[in-house]
């Protein structure tokens, strides 16, 4: 079975975020599924796409290194904004939009401080990808 495609509104964590945060797609000339933009691996600017996970707790993130040294080596978590450090990563190999390989269920992007952004709720309940 193919992995569910990721429309805007998929529900995203971060392995070193506090909260889960939902994925941002823009609908300008995008292919729509069960009435959504579907997103492509592009799909991973902060701000926009990828909104902060509350408060991050890696010690990678300049705020948190700086705030745990401030409380002696306590870790301190700080506000969190997603620094992706490349596109993301998706199981859907063959299925793309405008030739970019659209998101499935399982994708993944690696923030630059050392988290794991993942997809915990693509989105889509009917549509398959391949």
């Given amino acids: 079975m193919s992995p569910l495609p990721v429309v805007s509104g998929a529900l995203l964590q971060c392995s070193m975020g506090l909260v889960p945060t ?17 997103a492509r691996i592009t799909d991973n600017v902060p701000g926009l796409n990828i909104t902060p996970f509350g408060l991050c707790r890696s010690p990678a993130n300049p705020a948190v ?35 970019i390989p659209l998101l499935a269920a399982g994708s993944t992007c690696m923030c630059a401080y050392g988290g794991v952004i993942s997809v915990q709720m693509p989105g889509a309940l009917r549509s398959q990808v391949s």
């Fill in 22 to 38: 939902p994925l941002t797609v823009l609908p300008v000339a995008r292919v729509m599924i069960e009435k959504r933009p579907a």
């Fill in 65 to 99: 290194a700086a705030a745990t040294a401030a409380a002696l080596g306590v870790l301190t978590p700080m506000p969190c904004w997603p620094v992706p450090a490349g596109p993301w990563i998706s199981p859907a190999t063959r299925s793309t939009a405008g030739g």
